[in-house]
């Protein structure tokens, strides 16, 4: 019997996550996996739905990203996954993608152009989808961006106060995480649909991180901007921060382009407050004995504490936060401190609610609804994917 399969592939500037869905069986996820470590020793890993290892090999020398794409084509088609398409997550889609779209060539030409609006990552989407299109040229594809869930923001929400033919160029606010967003309003929508109509404020912390105001169902603020440089404290990029800043570094300590972009995607956020890691779990284990690991936890508790602040005055007023992201989801700790410091707008945890990672994790007579959820970006790409390509039974 001939299945029908959707692929989804990440493709980052080290990495490529990707999984299939079964098209027939509403789309359920059969396979996950991931190639890491691509620029030095890769290694990839493919995993059933129970968690279980189907694969894990290691890479003494780096291969380059075509190789992998041909591997996981190969070790789909040995499992009987027919692959009848494929959707991407696309980090930027400008101006003028707001929704999923079929991909073309002219489509591809549009992604090359916002290459220099998202770096580190625009180009190894593109290159995911060149080589599909190379390889498996029968195969339709799909981009999904993560800028479009924003494009509802009003004008003045994404306008810097720069001269006024710089905007015009497109140097503006985006914001990303969108089909985080995405997926999570959708959840609502599904449980709780009266709740989706109203003033939602999400926070979507994993290693990048963002928060997001949600009015009406539509987007109408995001912590993050021009770039994924912007707002909360991250891993290693350091959210906000004064652009006078880079000019002093600049003039005065001669750090060039290069470097200015090593510190500020590498080199800051948790890793350069606490100089110990970016990963939440460890610095929560440390922080009793290293004080920079805590230093690190506050800071970013405080800044999410700032930002509610922010998107709560945008939203006038706040009727259910949200938390999702590898730490939003996982750390109890987390939730309970930056909750406590929300405790002047009436925010109150259940412990124990919130220690078991409930989904509601208020207390019922918190003016906030406190939920948590847990993000789901690749079944969004599958969905878009079916629904662009009109495969949806
Ligand atoms: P990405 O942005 O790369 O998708 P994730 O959403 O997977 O990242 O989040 C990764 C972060 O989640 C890491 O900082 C990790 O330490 C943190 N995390 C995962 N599980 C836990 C946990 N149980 N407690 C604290 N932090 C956690």
């Known amino acids: 019997m001939t299945n029908h399969d959707i692929v989804v592939i990440n493709a980052g500037s080290s990495s490529i996550k990707f999984a299939a869905f079964d098209l027939d069986n509403g789309l359920q996820k059969k396979l996950s996996g991931s190639v890491e470590n691509i620029n030095t020793a890769p290694v990839i890993k493919i995993k059933n739905t129970e968690g279980q290892s189907l694969l894990a090999e290691h890479y003494s020398t780096p291969q380059n990203y075509a190789f992998f794409y041909d591997f996981i084509f190969a070790f789909f088609a040995s499992q009987q996954i027919d692959i009848i398409a494929v959707g991407h997550r696309v980090v930027h889609g400008g101006k003028d993608y707001h929704q999923p779209v079929r991909i073309t060539p002219k489509i591809i030409q549009d992604l090359k152009a916002l290459i220099p609006y998202a770096p580190l990552h625009q180009p190894y989407n593109v290159e995911a989808i060149e080589i599909i299109?190379?390889?498996?040229?029968?195969?339709?594809?799909?981009?999904?961006?993560?800028?479009?869930?924003?494009?509802?923001?009003?004008?003045?929400?994404?306008?810097?106060?720069?001269?006024?033919?710089?905007?015009?160029?497109?140097?503006?606010?985006?914001?990303?995480?969108?089909?985080?967003?995405?997926?999570?309003?959708?959840?609502?929508?599904?449980?709780?649909?009266?709740?989706?109509k109203g003033r939602i404020i999400i926070a979507h912390l994993g290693n990048g991180a963002s928060m997001c105001a949600v009015k009406a169902e539509k987007s109408i603020d995001s912590t993050m901007g021009f770039s994924t440089l912007d707002g909360l404290v991250m891993g290693t990029r350091p959210g906000n921060l004064d652009a006078g800043v880079l000019l002093y570094l600049m003039e005065f300590k001669k750090m060039d382009f290069k470097a200015l972009q090593t510190m500020l995607y590498q080199q800051s956020g948790l890793l350069g407050v606490s100089g110990l890691?970016?990963?939440?779990?460890?610095?929560?284990?440390?922080?009793?004995?290293?004080?920079?690991?805590?230093?690190?936890?506050?800071?970013?508790?405080?800044?999410?504490?700032?930002?509610?602040?922010?998107?709560?005055?945008?939203?006038?007023?706040?009727?259910?936060?949200?938390?999702?992201?590898?730490?939003?989801?996982?750390?109890?700790?987390?939730?309970?401190?930056?909750?406590?410091?929300?405790?002047?707008?009436?925010?109150?945890?259940?412990?124990?609610?919130n220690r078991e990672n409930q989904p509601v994790i208020s207390t019922p007579d918190s003016k906030i609804e406190v939920q948590v959820i847990p993000t789901n970006e690749e079944l969004i790409i599958a969905k878009h994917t079916a629904k662009v390509l009109s495969l949806l039974r």
């Open 277 to 353: 890691s970016n990963d939440m779990r460890t610095l929560e284990e440390v922080e009793l004995t290293q004080p920079d690991a805590k230093t690190a936890i506050d800071l970013f508790v405080y800044r999410i504490q700032r930002e509610f602040g922010g998107l709560m005055s945008v939203l006038q007023g706040c009727d259910l936060f949200i938390f999702t992201g590898g730490i939003g989801e996982n750390s109890h700790e987390i939730r309970s401190r930056v909750c406590q410091k929300l405790d002047w707008c009436g925010i109150y945890l259940e412990d124990r609610f």
């Open 133 to 196: 299109a190379e390889h498996f040229p029968k195969t339709p594809q799909v981009a999904c961006f993560d800028t479009a869930f924003h494009w509802t923001h009003p004008p003045i929400a994404d306008m810097f106060a720069i001269p006024k033919a710089l905007s015009h160029e497109g140097i503006c606010r985006y914001g990303f995480h969108g089909l985080s967003y995405e997926y999570i309003l959708s959840q609502i929508q599904l449980r709780e649909p009266q709740k989706a």
